[in-house]
């Protein structure tokens, strides 16, 4: 099972909204996955151990796996997109 972290600041209910988009996705390619939020005012810690971190806003610089900007889920414009792009990585 891949662990993917959806990490923003106010933005809760986009937050909750791509995770059931990623989840659903995910279920139809029968990816088996586990998607954390976390509002990063409240906290900047991060636990070890995801397959892949999905940002709201810039934030992380030095983590050991791939970082990609979850900006479309908030502007709509190539969320489809981003979409096929997280579902394929966690594939790998």
């Known amino acids: 099972m891949k662990k993917v972290l959806i990490a923003g600041g106010l933005c809760g209910t ?3 909204t791509a995770a059931d988009k990623i989840k659903e996705r995910c279920r139809t390619r029968n990816q088996e996955i ?3 939020i976390q509002n990063l005012w409240e906290t900047s810690y991060v636990t070890p151990g995801y397959d892949l ?3 709201m806003f ?3 610089e030095e983590e050991k796996c791939p970082v990609i900007s979850g900006k479309p889920f908030i502007s709509h414009i190539g969320e489809k997109a981003l979409i096929e792009q997280i579902v394929n990585h966690l594939e790998e």
């Open 14 to 16: 986009t937050m909750l």
């Open 34 to 36: 586990h998607v954390k």
């Open 53 to 55: 971190i999905i940002e």
């Open 58 to 60: 810039p934030f992380f």
